[in-house]
Structure formats: C-alpha cells, structure tokens
C-alpha cells in the first residue's frame, strides 16, 4: 500500500510540471542551463574590428617547419668547383695531345660542309663569338651575386660545365677531325717533348683557352664546340635563375647567345657538326638535371629512368638536401653595419625608456 500511494504521489507532481512546460510560462527564479551556439560571421567581424582598435597586442610569427628545405651547403659547392676545374684542365691536356694526332692542312684538306659551302668566312667573327661569352658570363656572375640560392645555383653550375667538359675530352679523343678551314694555323708539333707540352698546358689555362688572348694555337678540339657549350649554358642558367617576367632581359642574353654561336660558323672555326652536337648535349643534360632536381617525386620513383646514367650517385649526393625547387629570390649579399658593429643596448634603451613613461 505504502509503494502504491508513493507511486501515485509521483505521478501527480508530474503532471503538475507538464502543464507548465506546455505553456512555455517558466517561473523567472528557476536555472537553466546555457546553449552553445555557433559564433556567427557578424561577432567575428565585430571582433576584428575590436582588435584594430587595440593595437597593444603582440603579434608572433610561427614558422611552419623548422627543417631547411634549401640548405646552402657550400661544402659541396667546393666540391663541384674542384670536379670543374679538374675536367676544364683534363680539357686542355686532352687537346695537347690530339694536336700531336691532327693530319696537316696539305694531305687532309677540310671536310665538307653544307653551311661553308653558303656563307664564306668572316675574319672577326671569331671575336664576336669570344666577346659575347665574356659578357654573358659577366651577366652570369652579377646575377649570382644578388641571387639568394647561390650556393645551390653555383654547384648546379659547376657540375654541369664538369661533365660536359668531360663529354668533350672523350669525343676529342676518340675521333680527330681535321682543321674546317685553311685559314687555321697550328703551332708546330712537340713529338714527344714533355716540357713543352706541360707549357701549352698551362698557357691554355692561364688564357682561358680563347683565340683573343693568343692562348689557343692548337688544333684538334673540334667535336665538339668548346664556345658553344659556354653561350649556351650560360644563356640558360641565366633564364632559369631570373624572373618569368623579364622578357625584355632573356631576350637579350639570347640574342648574345645565339649571335655567338652563329659567328662560330661565320668564322668557319668549328664544322656545323661541331656546334649542333654542342647544342644538344649542353640544353638537354641541362634540362635533365633541372627536371629531376625540381621534381621530388622522380628522385625515389622506381620508373624514373634518368636515374640509369652515370652521374646519378653525383646527382643524389649534391641534391639529397634540396627539397623543393629553388624560387627567384634576390638580395643583397653584404649587410651594412655588420652585425658586430651594432649597438646591443640600444634597443633595449627604447624599450626600457617606454616602460618607464
């Protein structure tokens, strides 16, 4: 009986609240709990607006990684300049001793060539072509100057004039051409002097190998162009390194470029063969390079098949840090007054004259 009536008694304080919350009609003195509604498009302007008010806050730059996609690394910049320089050197023995090989201009007369046969022989054009180099690669250096990547830039650089000098040496040896005109003239051979020989060497390397400082007399470097391999790296590492929008400057490095080449022919110096192989090897092992070094998918992909030539160990070892593509970025190389030379305290002294206002 007693659970009955206890039972009852519940049942009818419930329906004594339903009526109310039927109603709606809720008694002021009663708790109810907050709702949490979304902040709507309104509050959050109205609080950046509070925020612009107020501009005593502090504002705090979080980098998003703190790994360095684009190491300097010049350690192996250094490296990359010591394999240039060694195969620009190895260039000059290799041309030493093709001379020795090079038939004389009476028993082997030129070969034929469809561009001689066309256009005859320009006397300075040679020196057009050697000027224009010495000027793209000016522009070169001044531009690698301000460039922010220039440790990546430079060994890209130097890996690439390495190995197609090194292309060079082997195409030299393995076949020797005649001389293209009979204008050319070849200092006499050694036969065998090795004294001689080793100053060649070194007058070709102290002259750059070019015909305007009287350093080149030899004959024999012919397959492939030394000159064209130069106009044309340059021109591309110039564009490749300089911003889309400067039209005005890729044409004219261009035009230096491709006025270069085409007095090489002018000049009747180097067969059309010489400077089409040229060419070709120089922009497509440069393409090759830069599309496996700006793509990061191709350098672990198993179906990447440029990984199958002989400079992919050199590859992976001076690009295994770079891991994106470098943009354009410029600025200025020497900061005045060094950081040395600054007043630590002066910063300070503002802050602390602040405080105290």
């Not at 001793?97 to 007369?109: D, G, M, N, T, W």
């Not at 005109?181 to 070709?204: E, F, N, W, Y």
Request: aromatic share 14%; hydrophobic share 40%.
């Amino acid at each position: 009986m007693a659970s009955q009536e206890l039972v009852n008694a519940r049942d009818s304080s419930t329906d004594n609240l339903n009526p109310k919350m039927e109603g709606g009609a809720v008694p002021s003195s009663s708790k109810t709990c907050p709702v949490h509604t979304p902040v709507g498009e309104d509050a959050k302007r109205g609080f950046r607006k509070g925020i612009g008010r107020h501009n005593d806050y502090v504002k705090i730059s979080v980098p998003d990684s703190k790994v360095n996609r684009l190491p300097m690394e010049w350690w192996k910049t250094v490296i990359a300049f010591f394999y240039a320089g060694f195969n620009l050197v190895l260039t000059t023995v290799v041309i030493t001793i093709v001379h020795e090989r090079v038939p004389p201009k009476e028993s082997s007369p030129p070969l034929p060539d469809k561009f001689f046969d066309y256009i005859d022989r320009v006397n300075w054009a040679f020196t057009v072509t050697e000027i224009n180099g010495m000027v793209l690669l000016a522009i070169w250096l001044i531009q690698l100057f301000f460039f922010r990547y220039k440790s990546i830039a430079c060994r890209r650089f130097f890996f690439l004039i390495g190995t197609l000098y090194l292309y060079r040496c082997v195409t030299m040896y393995i076949t020797t051409l005649p001389v293209p005109g009979v204008h050319m003239t070849c200092a006499p051979k050694l036969h065998g002097d090795s004294q001689a020989k080793i100053q060649r060497i070194l007058r070709l390397v102290s002259g750059g190998g070019l015909s305007i400082t009287s350093s080149h007399l030899l004959c024999g470097d012919f397959l492939y162009s030394g000159h064209t391999v130069m106009l044309t790296l340059t021109y591309l590492f110039i564009k490749e390194y300089s911003p889309r929008s400067f039209w005005w400057y890729h044409l004219m490095c261009w035009l230096l470029s491709a006025v270069g080449v085409v007095c090489i022919l002018v000049a009747h110096e180097h067969y059309s063969v010489d400077v089409v192989v040229a060419y070709f090897i120089t922009s497509r092992l440069f393409w090759w390079y830069h599309t496996m070094a700006n793509l990061q998918t191709l350098k672990c992909s198993p179906n990447n098949y440029l990984t199958n030539t002989w400079w992919n160990p050199l590859f992976n070892f001076l690009e295994r840090n770079v891991q994106t593509s470098v943009p354009c970025s410029y600025s200025w190389p020497i900061t005045w007054p060094p950081a040395c030379l600054k007043n630590p305290c002066k910063k300070y002294s503002m802050v602390q004259s602040t405080r105290e206002e």
